[in-house]
């Protein structure tokens, strides 16, 4: 095994990402109907897009389409915008309309967020605790494993960073978020750039760096090896230790 870092290769690394990315995905959709159910999402959206079906019919409008059809004309375009106009305040006037609006939109933002978090923390902290070595399970069938960038084992403190404030936060509901703002009109173009620019570096970021490092990598200070030819070590004071048998058994070879 040898004491610098074993770099893995990138098909492997890529092998591994697709198998934990199914398994992700699959979390993340069972935790999102189990939420849905418990916050009761379907009734919510259901009372909302009755509301806007009530307030539709009443107007002859279609909420979404503010301009009347193409071929109408001017004074029937005129006159579907005053009726657009009456019907958007008739519906932000209903008190119904307007909890089940707030409890929709938060529960978009409130669902994805939690059971994005919830896999995140049993794929990529729980089972690489469980595991040892930083492996998930498709890091694990690959024989891939994470360390520190001086081939020391990760701490659980370190495994939390690593999977929860880079690739969680940073990785994931940051570029999310962004973009959610963006389609809300909150950010505008600001919010595009953020995501965009953080969705790049990911992508860029294992292309142009020796040991093929991700963002989350070198954010949180850790590496992906080949762990059958990768010395590990526990912690610092036992690479030392090697090192200094290593330094010793060199030099005396050397008297020879």
């Known amino acids: 095994m040898g004491l610098e870092i074993q770099r893995a290769s990138m098909w492997k690394r890529i092998s591994a990402w697709l198998f934990d990315s199914i398994l992700m995905v699959s979390v993340v959709v069972l935790v999102a109907y189990v939420l849905s159910g418990m916050l009761h999402y379907d009734q919510h959206n259901a009372r909302l897009n009755a509301a806007y079906e009530k307030y539709q019919t009443q107007f002859h409008v279609e909420f ?19 009726r657009y106009a009456e019907a958007e305040e008739a519906l932000k006037s209903d008190p119904e309309a307007i909890e089940a609006y707030g409890k929709v939109s938060n529960l978009v933002l409130l669902i994805p967020t939690i059971s994005l978090f919830v896999a995140m923390l049993l794929m990529e902290f729980i089972i690489p605790m469980l595991l040892k070595n930083g492996q998930t399970l498709g890091k694990k069938i690959f024989s891939l494993g994470v360390v520190r960038v001086d081939a020391v084992k990760m701490s659980g403190v370190q495994t939390f960073v690593r999977a929860i404030l880079c690739k969680y936060t940073v990785g994931l509901m940051i570029p999310l978020y962004m973009l959610i703002f963006m389609i809300l009109g909150v950010m505008g173009g600001m919010a595009v750039l953020i995501a965009l620019g953080l969705l790049l570096a990911q992508v860029l970021c294992p292309l142009f760096n020796r040991d093929h490092r991700g963002l989350h990598d070198l954010l949180s200070g850790t590496v992906t090896v080949d762990l059958p030819s990768q010395k590990v070590f526990n912690d610092a004071q036992e690479r030392l230790d090697y090192m200094k048998k290593v330094h010793a058994e060199n030099a005396a070879r050397q008297d020879y």
């Open 64 to 82: 979404g389409q503010p301009e009347a059809a193409e071929d109408a004309t001017d004074e029937e375009k005129e006159a579907y915008k005053l």
